[in-house]
């Protein structure tokens, strides 16, 4: 089997050539640490003194040099400390910086259906936070925990220096305490807190859900209870962080009152010694070292304490990052062939999601000629978005082949495929950036005036107009607004920009007002014009004019044909038809009854 890397050794992979600076914040911190403990050395110093001499303390002549030592060794010990740190944060940002880069770079590589299926929310949290975690590891707790491991040890020494007999009582309830933290932690918390994680980031992802219901929840007049998933993912944490903490408060109690307790270990053993009799100078001057020296002890520990969870939080996110990292990419087509034509072709091509029970495409069959434009209609669930992310790869198919101009997709290059189809999805994102940027992104050394020009195209010259600095316009910055058709439009340029000579078109389902889907529908025409055109309709309104129209069910291509035969052929698509007429006689008469309305009421 093999062998699985620690914590530590799988986070340097990542530091790359700067791996000597989080070993220098080690070896610095030890020093800091072995530092702080010598002023307790000199007050000890000044203490003896003082009672050495007393009641002439004129004698005492040590006491301010004494002083300064200790003041010197401890300012040493706080630049040391710095000096640790700054090497700590330099490699924490490198490595936790890497981390990032390395995973966006095998994101970037994955098969693009990759983050619909996992959820871009969580693909952030997962990057962002996991490896937010590691810096704090890397940056704070990892030289902490050498000087916490360095303080003991020192201490250990020391106490045997002055006194055996004391440095053996103290630790006495050392000892003890770290044996209640090893029963609170061991293998059993470390699953604890997998458990804990898990619950949290269910308990985050049905917020965020419940969220984007709320609109529902309000119309339905319902309460948060309707969310029952919410609900439960939210006592389920609360169960489980309640069982947690009693699980750890015995040993928690235990733990804190031992290791504050050594200075009770160290009286009786003072009285033992004085046997009954007055307290000789010598066990007393032992007694107040051991006293002012063993509060350190507590420092310590707890900073010891905290490894173990640190250790844990770490390999959890750790994990996260692989579980990223570790997915395979798409075998790339290392020659890479190029198509003869922009004809699109699907041979008996059947699929099935890695987490779905069933196929959502059944052995589909179909072509579409180059510069043809057809449409796929259907119930949802049909298998429509699914045949338009096979034409882009979004997923590899499982049987059969997806062809673009006689080659099969799998022996296209990624980037040549990518140049030949351009995917415009319902909801176009826009980048936090000017609307030129944004356009540009089709093809990135466009001249301004080429941007300028897709603008106009895809109608957006009224939105440029309206827009305070026009395309250098920075979208999300404050008063600048775009509605839903807006941005799409933008998104529109970006394509036409990008002028592959195969689109394929999730259309929208709903527009917000007629006047911007009159401009979406323009902006569409000046986009398809002369290409490859496969349009997913959730609509019927679109296909009527497509060169053909196929009608997906269940997976299956269920008929198809061309508007007018298909509406004569009694099928599936002419009862569809019929029910769209009939909605939008609904819509009519309702705008009529409205205006009938209006008109009553002046
Ligand atoms: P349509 O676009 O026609 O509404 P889809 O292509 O989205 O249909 O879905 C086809 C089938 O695949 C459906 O049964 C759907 O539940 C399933 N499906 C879609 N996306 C996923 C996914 N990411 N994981 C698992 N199953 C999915």
Redesign the pocket.
């Known amino acids: 089997m093999k062998k699985k890397k620690s914590n530590l050794s799988e986070l340097m992979q990542f530091a790359g050539k700067h791996k000597y600076l989080t070993y220098s914040s080690w070896v610095l911190s030890v020093i800091s640490a072995a530092l702080a403990l010598v002023p307790f050395v000199y007050v000890f110093f000044i203490i003896k003194e003082v009672i050495e001499v007393a009641p002439d303390f004129a004698k005492a002549t040590h006491v301010v040099f004494n002083g300064w030592m200790a003041v010197a060794f401890a300012i040493m010990s706080i630049i040391v400390y710095f000096g640790a740190l700054m090497c700590s944060h330099l490699s924490a940002f490198r490595i936790a910086g890497n981390m990032r880069k390395k995973t966006m770079k095998h994101i970037s590589e994955l098969p693009l259906?990759f983050i619909?299926?996992a959820g871009s929310g969580k693909v952030r949290r997962i990057v962002n936070e996991s490896s937010r975690a590691t810096e704090t590891f890397l940056a704070h707790q990892l030289p902490d925990m050498a000087g916490a491991i360095a303080t003991p040890v020192g201490m250990i020494i020391m106490l045997f220096l002055f006194d055996w007999r004391f440095g053996l009582v103290s630790l006495v309830p050392v000892i003890l305490g770290f044996l209640c933290m090893f029963k609170m932690a061991g293998p059993k918390m470390a699953e604890d807190m997998k458990k804990y994680n898990s619950a949290l980031e269910e308990m985050n992802n049905q917020a965020v859900e419940y969220v984007r219901g709320v609109p529902v929840v309000k119309t339905f007049g319902q309460t948060v209870h309707s969310f029952k998933k919410f609900q439960g993912s939210i006592d389920n944490y609360y169960k489980f962080c309640v069982s947690y903490c009693k699980k750890c408060r015995g040993p928690m109690l235990w733990f804190t009152t031992l290791i504050n307790s050594a200075f009770a270990f160290l009286i009786a053993l003072a009285l033992i010694l004085a046997g009954g009799e007055a307290i000789t100078q010598g066990v007393l001057l032992n007694f107040i070292f051991y006293v002012i020296f063993t509060p350190i002890i507590t420092t310590s520990l707890t900073k010891v304490m905290y490894m173990s969870e640190n250790g844990m939080i770490v390999a959890d996110a750790l994990e996260r990052i692989h579980s990223i990292l570790d997915l395979k990419p798409l075998p790339e087509a290392n020659s890479g062939e190029l198509p003869e034509d922009n004809s699109v072709e699907f041979e008996n091509v059947s699929f099935?999601?890695?987490?779905?029970q069933?196929d959502?495409?059944k052995e589909v069959s179909f072509k579409v000629g180059a510069g043809k434009t057809v449409a796929?209609v259907?119930?949802?669930?049909?298998?429509?978005?699914?045949?338009?992310?096979l034409i882009s790869r979004f997923w590899d198919v499982r049987d059969g082949a997806v062809k673009i101009g006689g080659v099969n997709v799998k022996d296209i290059r990624h980037e040549d495929l990518m140049n030949i189809v351009s995917y415009v999805f319902q909801d176009s994102r826009l980048l936090k950036t000017s609307i030129f940027e944004n356009v540009r992104l089709g093809c990135p050394n466009a001249s301004e005036v080429e941007v300028i020009n897709a603008l106009h195209k895809a109608q957006c010259d009224d939105i440029i107009a309206k827009l305070p600095d026009g395309i250098k316009t920075v979208i999300g910055t404050k008063g600048v607004y775009l509605s839903g058709g807006e941005q799409q439009r933008i998104a529109i340029a970006r394509v036409i920009l990008k002028d592959a000579p195969i689109i394929v078109l999730d259309e929208a389902t709903a527009f917000a007002d007629p006047e911007n889907e009159a401009l979406v529908q323009k902006a569409f025409a000046e986009l398809l014009r002369d290409k490859t055109v496969i349009m997913?309709a959730h609509r019927l309104t679109t296909v009527k004019n497509a060169d053909k129209i196929f009608v997906?069910k269940?997976?299956k291509i269920e008929d198809a044909g061309t508007h007018d035969a298909l509406v004569h052929s009694g099928s599936l698509y002419a009862k569809m038809w019929k029910d769209y007429q009939t909605s939008i006689s609904w819509k009519v008469s309702a705008k009529n009854a409205e205006v009938k309305m209006k008109g009553g009421a002046k």
């Open positions: 259906g619909g299926e099935r999601y890695s987490n779905a069933t959502a495409l796929f259907g119930p949802s669930g049909g298998g429509k978005t699914t045949v338009a992310g997913i997906l269940d997976g």
